[in-house]
Every structure is written in structure tokens, then in C-alpha cells.
């Protein structure tokens, strides 16, 4: 097969993706993969929770409804049920970001790729292909190989695009029927990893299905890392009425350039204003100066953010606790809130998190406490295991503390600061 063969099946998947909706792309791959010389294409989406690995089926059921569920799930993945992430070669591709090619009894010679579906360092699912002839992959250079990771890109930009314009997608990755507090929360969410040169981002919130006061937000721009941890009080759907106003205060000011604590001021007028004395948020406002390593954050009533170095606990990040969001003025007559420095090293990591991940309590009535979890934290990527697998097991950990049923919030945001290395910010060599 020519190398033109293969970008014009690139080519002619893009160009008939614009008139698809997100219910035709599981066709449109079998057909254009059929060109690169891949069979039996098959996308699996990561659920919420982040515990199965669920087909893109290749059309909608009778009654609507576009996810496929099968009784009998193999170890292999071999059908078209649904995968659990956790002891699955499919989960292993999920879980390390890398490939895992699988032999096939039943085709001597050929292979099953199982690939990572990211969007960026954002997991979406994996992919899976047979490829009838392993030795295909490391023919022509591995040109095969190539072809694969850029059809990969390919149907993880499609699966991002066309998620907008429909619910197959949304509905496909709930393993249940979501809460309107919890659809608030989640219709306001940015994707729960991010990385890049100099900074990775990695968040986690449970119950999926039910979250209603806790929230996150960040954005990364050039030069700074901005992370935001909120825990608004109580629960159902004035509790998630009250994150959305906080985090929009929050995006609002960030967006023209405010600093610490004029943000901060900011919410807590918004948040006094429409809770009339009636509701509060705590909160943990950081900014990461990417190219220093100088960490500032400003507290208002929420757990102290860990500083982590080389596997271990180097000391809570400490600095004067405001009252938390919506409560200053109105019981101090002042908006006083203290911004914390602290100058990071390279390999640093911050661990955000609400009281709910520590304060959660299992049937004996044992905390899962801060010991735990640095524990968890320091274990994790001590093993190699990315930032946002590390969230994961932290929040299967967590879940299984409580016997899969949390009493409160649980939100966890991992930070690490990672300036490159000169070398690697060289152009590639040709």
C-alpha cells in the first residue's frame, strides 16, 4: 500500500466527518481504517467514574438509547460489552498510556493494538484494531505503525468535536442517571488533566453522579498555572447553584488579569450577595509562576494545599485562613485575605483537596485522614504511574474506604511543577 493510500483515507475520514454526527463515527472508522489495512476497529470511552471502558456502538438501540451492555464481559475484551479499566489489557492502554498489542488465537500471525484515546494528556478511552500481520507494523520503517497513531489523533478529535453537538457521546459515559446539581457541576468542568512542558494538572471529584458543592477549575497560559479548589455548603441544587456562581466569579476575574486578592474579594462579594448571609463556600485560590516555580495562593477557610518532594510529605503549605467565601465582611466588616509564597523545586507536586477526601469515614467510623492519602500519592507516581492514574486509584481508594458510598464531596487536584530540561526544548533532529 502506497504512503498516498494511507493519507488519502486520513483525508476522506476528515472530509466526511463534517456532515457526521457522533452516532455515524463508529462506520466512518471501520470504513477508513479498512484502507490503512486495519480490521475489527472498535472505540471503548472511559464511563465518569473512570471504572469501565464502554463501546461506541455502531448504532443507537430501539429505544435511543446508544449504550450497548453486555452480561458476559471477557477478560480479553473480545466482545462488545463493556471493559473494566482494572485488570484488562484494554485498562492497562487506559491506565499507562501506552500501546499493548495482544495475540490472537484465532488469526496466526495477526495482533489486536489496543491504543490510549487522549485528547491532548486528557484520557478519553483506547482504541482497538487487528492488524492480520504483525510483521506489517515494522515493515516499510513501521510506516504501519505511524499510519496507526495518526488515525488515533484522528478519532480523538472526532470523539472531542462531535461531543458537542449531541448526547450520544454524554449519555454513553453514564453508568447511571445523573442529578440536575450534578449536571450543573459537570456542564462546568474542564477537562480533568492537562500537561504541557512545564506543568501537569490532574483533578478527580466523587460522587460522580450527585457532586454538588464541591468544584475545580484551572487554566494554563503562558508563564502561570492557575488552580482553584471550591467546597460551597451543603448539598443538592442550591449547593451546586452556589459552585457555579463561585467559579464563574472566579473565571471572571482571572480572565481580566486580577490578581490574588482581588479575585478572592470578588468572590466573596458574590457570594455574599446571592447567598444573602444564607450560604458560603470555602475555597483555595494557587498560582504557579511556571518559569520561577513561585507557588502564591490565597485560603478562605479550606484544608492547607500538601507540598510533596521526592516521594514524602514536605509540610502542609500554611498561610492565614480567611473566613471562607461569602461570610468576611459580613462577620469581620474587612476582606482581608494573605497571600502564601513558597518557591517550588523542580519535580514538586501540590495535592489540592476538600475535607471530604480526609474527613471521609468508613463503617468503623475510621477517617481516611492525610496520612493516607499522601501515602497513595507518594506510592502511585513512585511506581511510574501518570498524575491522572494516580487521581484515579486515589479516588477507587477513597470509594472503597466508604464502601463505594461517600457522605460528602470528595475533590482532588494534583499540581506539579516541571520546567524542562534546555536539551528538550530543541527542535527535533530530522
Same mark, same amino acid.
Given at each position: 500500500?502506497?504512503?498516498?493510500?494511507?493519507?488519502?483515507?486520513? @483525508?476522506?475520514?476528515?472530509?466526511?466527518?463534517?456532515?457526521?454526527?457522533?452516532?455515524?463515527?463508529?462506520?466512518?472508522?471501520?470504513?477508513?481504517?479498512?484502507?490503512?489495512?486495519?480490521?475489527?476497529?472498535?472505540?471503548?470511552?472511559?464511563?465518569?467514574?473512570?471504572?469501565?471502558?464502554?463501546?461506541?456502538?455502531?448504532?443507537?438501540?430501539? @429505544?435511543?438509547?446508544?449504550?450497548?451492555?453486555?452480561?458476559?464481559?471477557?477478560?480479553?475484551?473480545?466482545?462488545?460489552?463493556?471493559?473494566?479499566?482494572?485488570?484488562?489489557?484494554?485498562?492497562?492502554?487506559?491506565?499507562?498510556?501506552?500501546?499493548?498489542?495482544?495475540?490472537?488465537?484465532?488469526?496466526?500471525?495477526?495482533?489486536?493494538?489496543?491504543?490510549?484515546?487522549?485528547?491532548?494528556?486528557?484520557?478519553?478511552?483506547?482504541?482497538?484494531?487487528?492488524?492480520?500481520?504483525?510483521?506489517?507494523?515494522?515493515?516499510?520503517?513501521?510506516?504501519?505503525?505511524?499510519?496507526?497513531?495518526?488515525?488515533?489523533?484522528?478519532?480523538?478529535?472526532?470523539?472531542?468535536?462531535?461531543?458537542?453537538?449531541? @448526547?450520544?457521546?454524554?449519555?454513553?459515559?453514564?453508568?447511571?442517571?445523573?442529578?440536575?446539581?450534578?449536571?450543573?457541576?459537570?456542564?462546568?468542568?474542564?477537562?480533568?488533566?492537562?500537561?504541557?512542558?512545564?506543568?501537569?494538572?490532574?483533578?478527580?471529584?466523587?460522587?460522580?453522579?450527585?457532586?454538588?458543592? @464541591?468544584?475545580?477549575?484551572?487554566?494554563?497560559?503562558?508563564?502561570?498555572?492557575?488552580?482553584?479548589?471550591?467546597?460551597?455548603?451543603?448539598?443538592?441544587? #442550591?449547593?451546586?447553584?452556589?459552585?457555579?456562581?463561585?467559579?464563574?466569579?472566579?473565571?471572571?476575574?482571572?480572565?481580566?488579569?486580577?490578581?490574588?486578592?482581588?479575585?478572592?474579594?470578588?468572590?466573596?462579594?458574590?457570594?455574599? #450577595? #446571592?447567598?444573602?448571609?444564607?450560604?458560603?463556600?470555602?475555597?483555595?485560590?494557587?498560582?504557579?509562576?511556571?518559569?520561577?516555580?513561585?507557588?502564591?495562593?490565597?485560603?478562605?477557610?479550606?484544608?492547607?494545599?500538601?507540598?510533596?518532594?521526592?516521594?514524602?510529605?514536605?509540610?502542609?503549605?500554611?498561610?492565614?485562613?480567611?473566613?471562607?467565601?461569602?461570610?468576611?465582611?459580613?462577620?469581620?466588616? #474587612?476582606?482581608?485575605?494573605?497571600?502564601?509564597?513558597?518557591?517550588?523545586?523542580?519535580?514538586?507536586?501540590?495535592?489540592?483537596?476538600?475535607?471530604?477526601?480526609?474527613?471521609?469515614?468508613?463503617?468503623?467510623?475510621?477517617?481516611?485522614?492525610?496520612?493516607?492519602?499522601?501515602?497513595?500519592?507518594?506510592?502511585?507516581?513512585?511506581?511510574?504511574?501518570?498524575?491522572?492514574?494516580?487521581?484515579?486509584?486515589?479516588?477507587?481508594?477513597?470509594?472503597?474506604?466508604?464502601?463505594?458510598?461517600?457522605?460528602?464531596?470528595?475533590?482532588?487536584?494534583?499540581?506539579?511543577?516541571?520546567?524542562?530540561?534546555?536539551?528538550?526544548?530543541?527542535?527535533?533532529?530530522?
Amino acid at each position: 500500500m502506497s504512503y498516498s493510500r494511507a493519507e488519502r483515507a486520513l @483525508d476522506d475520514l476528515l472530509g466526511s466527518s463534517h456532515l457526521a454526527g457522533a452516532y455515524e463515527l463508529p462506520a466512518l472508522f471501520e470504513a477508513h481504517a479498512e484502507q490503512l489495512g486495519l480490521t475489527d476497529v472498535r472505540v471503548y470511552l472511559a464511563d465518569l467514574q473512570q471504572r469501565l471502558l464502554v463501546p461506541l456502538p455502531d448504532r443507537p438501540g430501539p @429505544d435511543g438509547e446508544p449504550r450497548q451492555r453486555c452480561g458476559d464481559r471477557h477478560e480479553d475484551g473480545q466482545d462488545d460489552g463493556e471493559i473494566r479499566v482494572d485488570g484488562t489489557l484494554a485498562g492497562r492502554a487506559f491506565q499507562l498510556n501506552e500501546v499493548v498489542i495482544q495475540e490472537l488465537d484465532d488469526l496466526p500471525g495477526g495482533v489486536r493494538l489496543w491504543l490510549p484515546v487522549l485528547d491532548g494528556t486528557e484520557r478519553l478511552g483506547v482504541l482497538a484494531v487487528t492488524v492480520p500481520d504483525r510483521e506489517a507494523l515494522d515493515a516499510d520503517d513501521g510506516a504501519l505503525r505511524l499510519r496507526v497513531r495518526r488515525f488515533t489523533t484522528v478519532v480523538a478529535e472526532l470523539v472531542m468535536s462531535k461531543t458537542l453537538y449531541g @448526547d450520544t457521546i454524554v449519555r454513553l459515559r453514564r453508568g447511571t442517571d445523573m442529578g440536575l446539581a450534578a449536571e450543573m457541576q459537570w456542564s462546568l468542568l474542564p477537562p480533568l488533566t492537562f500537561s504541557d512542558r512545564s506543568v501537569v494538572v490532574a483533578g478527580g471529584l466523587e460522587p460522580a453522579y450527585e457532586v454538588a458543592g @464541591d468544584s475545580l477549575d484551572y487554566a494554563v497560559d503562558d508563564g502561570v498555572a492557575r488552580v482553584a479548589l471550591f467546597d460551597g455548603m451543603g448539598h443538592g441544587l #442550591a449547593s451546586a447553584q452556589l459552585a457555579v456562581l463561585t467559579v464563574s466569579a472566579y473565571r471572571n476575574q482571572r480572565r481580566v488579569g486580577a490578581d490574588l486578592g482581588s479575585t478572592a474579594r470578588f468572590v466573596d462579594d458574590a457570594v455574599a #450577595a #446571592a447567598a444573602r448571609g444564607e450560604g458560603f463556600s470555602t475555597g483555595l485560590l494557587v498560582e504557579l509562576d511556571t518559569r520561577s516555580g513561585e507557588l502564591r495562593w490565597v485560603n478562605a477557610g479550606h484544608p492547607d494545599p500538601l507540598l510533596l518532594r521526592d516521594g514524602r510529605l514536605v509540610r502542609p503549605l500554611e498561610t492565614q485562613h480567611a473566613l471562607p467565601f461569602g461570610l468576611n465582611e459580613a462577620i469581620t466588616g #474587612a476582606q482581608e485575605f494573605s497571600v502564601g509564597c513558597e518557591t517550588l523545586q523542580p519535580g514538586d507536586l501540590v495535592l489540592l483537596h476538600t475535607d471530604g477526601v480526609v474527613e471521609a469515614r468508613s463503617t468503623t467510623g475510621e477517617y481516611f485522614g492525610a496520612e493516607r492519602l499522601v501515602d497513595l500519592v507518594t506510592r502511585n507516581l513512585a511506581a511510574g504511574l501518570p498524575a491522572p492514574e494516580t487521581v484515579r486509584r486515589l479516588i477507587r481508594a477513597l470509594l472503597d474506604h466508604q464502601d463505594t458510598r461517600l457522605e460528602d464531596d470528595a475533590t482532588l487536584a494534583l499540581l506539579q511543577w516541571r520546567p524542562d530540561d534546555p536539551e528538550r526544548l530543541a527542535p527535533p533532529t530530522p
